[in-house]
């Protein structure tokens, strides 16, 4: 039998960042704009006044107080509001093989693989920045690896989805070593003027590197021990940008073309869906939530990781146990739960049980056993 292990992450983090005192002046200033533009009319009763944002509002709703973003300057821009990133020519990298190739060269390092032995190269996240050529091939070529690439897109649960995909390719015996990336660049499909939205994400990007446990050389290493997926049907997250809207004649700067969500009915019908993924999953396994170590879940929203967590465990976890990083990150789609699992697994032994499990739009849900070697 071939055992698929995890033997190396890496994480780029962009420059920028913009903490919530920041983002809401920015809000603030361009509500303050759109009131006086429109004061007769509001004075009128004709239009509703729109409502400041504030820092405490952000960190209550979502626990988040910082994020990192490609650029800075244009989503604080009150005239602008969303980032600004230069068009490059067909010649030159693309922005998400550049960001993926500096999480992936830290993802080799760790796992003390050489690019050419990566016979697999996935690039899994929500929004892919062109049609094609893959970037995923692009990222192979860049970086020297062997064998194929493609991408994949099932929103924020694309990194556990592409996991699922490479620990299956290596079990198969088809490839020795799989590279999983998430170029997550979240701000640019981000409403910056959404009171109830414009604080949730922030752009990053992991890599994993997965092995056939019998090539396997990295001083850490984490033993796939089951995966599971599951997807349900759902507006409730939702984003309509697409090759289509040219020839629909709808307008491509639409706020249905960017993320909307409806929070209230995602947080009621989400949470219950991913804690049976995870208590089915480990019950497959002979295991239960006692038997868990670490839960590196999505970081969409604070109050979602608890209650997940509490439903899984039987407790209130520990920061130690169910890590939150979308406080300094927010939410990085479908890198999220991978840059906790990279920031947050010290101290864990040998035979120590964990799962890495990502949710969001789909809705979609992954889960990823795993066991310290």
């Given at each position: 039998?071939?055992?698929?292990?995890?033997?190396?992450?890496?994480?780029?983090?962009?420059?920028?960042?913009?903490?919530n005192a920041a983002l809401v002046a920015a809000f603030n200033a361009w509500v303050d704009?759109?009131?006086?533009?429109?004061?007769?009319?509001?004075?009128?009763?004709?239009?509703?006044?729109?409502?400041?944002?504030?820092?405490?509002?952000?960190?209550?709703?979502?626990?988040?107080?910082?994020?990192?973003?490609?650029?800075?300057?244009?989503?604080?821009?009150?005239?602008?509001?969303?980032?600004?990133?230069?068009?490059?020519?067909?010649?030159?990298?693309?922005?998400?093989?550049?960001?993926?190739?500096?999480?992936?060269?830290?993802a080799l390092d760790a796992a003390q693989v050489?690019?050419?032995?990566?016979?697999?190269?996935?690039?899994?996240?929500?929004?892919?920045?062109?049609?094609?050529p893959a970037v995923a091939v692009e990222v192979q070529q860049t970086l020297g690896t062997s064998g194929y690439g493609f991408d994949m897109n099932v929103a924020c649960s694309s990194a556990t989805f592409a996991l699922e995909t490479a620990a299956n390719a290596i079990a198969s015996g088809s490839v020795k070593r799989a590279l999983v990336v998430n170029p997550e660049i979240c701000s640019a499909h981000l409403n910056f003027r959404d009171r109830d939205s414009h604080f949730i994400f922030g752009d990053a990007c992991t890599a994993v590197v997965l092995e056939n446990s019998a090539d396997a050389v990295a001083v850490e290493q984490?033993?796939?021990?089951?995966?599971?997926?599951?997807?349900?049907?759902?507006?409730?997250?939702?984003?309509?940008?697409?090759?289509?809207?040219?020839?629909?004649?709808?307008?491509?700067?639409?706020?249905?073309k960017l993320f909307v969500q409806e929070g209230r009915r995602v947080f009621r019908e989400v949470c219950p869906m991913v804690a049976k993924l995870i208590t089915d999953h480990l019950a497959s396994l002979e295991l239960s939530g006692s038997d868990l170590k670490r839960m590196w879940l999505h970081q969409a929203n604070r109050h979602m990781n608890d209650l997940i967590a509490r439903k899984v465990l039987g407790y209130d976890p520990s920061d130690i146990q169910a890590p939150i990083i979308l406080d300094r990150y927010a939410n990085t789609s479908s890198a999220g739960s991978i840059i906790a699992f990279h920031l947050h697994r010290e101290g864990l032994v040998a035979g120590d049980i964990g799962v890495i499990c990502s949710f969001g739009a789909g809705y979609s849900a992954g889960n990823v056993v795993i066991r310290r070697l």
């Amino acid at each position: 039998m071939i055992n698929a292990v995890i033997t190396g992450t890496g994480l780029y983090t962009p420059e920028h960042a913009i903490d919530n005192a920041a983002l809401v002046a920015a809000f603030n200033a361009w509500v303050d704009a759109e009131n006086g533009q429109h004061a007769e009319s509001i004075e009128r009763g004709e239009l509703e006044p729109l409502a400041h944002s504030s820092s405490e509002f952000i960190e209550k709703a979502s626990g988040i107080q910082s994020r990192y973003v490609l650029d800075a300057s244009g989503i604080l821009d009150p005239q602008r509001m969303r980032p600004k990133l230069p068009q490059r020519g067909n010649d030159e990298p693309s922005i998400q093989c550049e960001m993926a190739i500096a999480a992936a060269r830290q993802a080799l390092d760790a796992a003390q693989v050489d690019a050419a032995d990566i016979e697999l190269v996935i690039v899994a996240c929500s929004n892919l920045e062109r049609a094609y050529p893959a970037v995923a091939v692009e990222v192979q070529q860049t970086l020297g690896t062997s064998g194929y690439g493609f991408d994949m897109n099932v929103a924020c649960s694309s990194a556990t989805f592409a996991l699922e995909t490479a620990a299956n390719a290596i079990a198969s015996g088809s490839v020795k070593r799989a590279l999983v990336v998430n170029p997550e660049i979240c701000s640019a499909h981000l409403n910056f003027r959404d009171r109830d939205s414009h604080f949730i994400f922030g752009d990053a990007c992991t890599a994993v590197v997965l092995e056939n446990s019998a090539d396997a050389v990295a001083v850490e290493q984490f033993e796939i021990l089951g995966t599971r997926l599951v997807t349900k049907f759902s507006n409730a997250i939702r984003n309509n940008a697409g090759f289509l809207n040219r020839v629909t004649d709808s307008d491509p700067m639409a706020l249905d073309k960017l993320f909307v969500q409806e929070g209230r009915r995602v947080f009621r019908e989400v949470c219950p869906m991913v804690a049976k993924l995870i208590t089915d999953h480990l019950a497959s396994l002979e295991l239960s939530g006692s038997d868990l170590k670490r839960m590196w879940l999505h970081q969409a929203n604070r109050h979602m990781n608890d209650l997940i967590a509490r439903k899984v465990l039987g407790y209130d976890p520990s920061d130690i146990q169910a890590p939150i990083i979308l406080d300094r990150y927010a939410n990085t789609s479908s890198a999220g739960s991978i840059i906790a699992f990279h920031l947050h697994r010290e101290g864990l032994v040998a035979g120590d049980i964990g799962v890495i499990c990502s949710f969001g739009a789909g809705y979609s849900a992954g889960n990823v056993v795993i066991r310290r070697l």
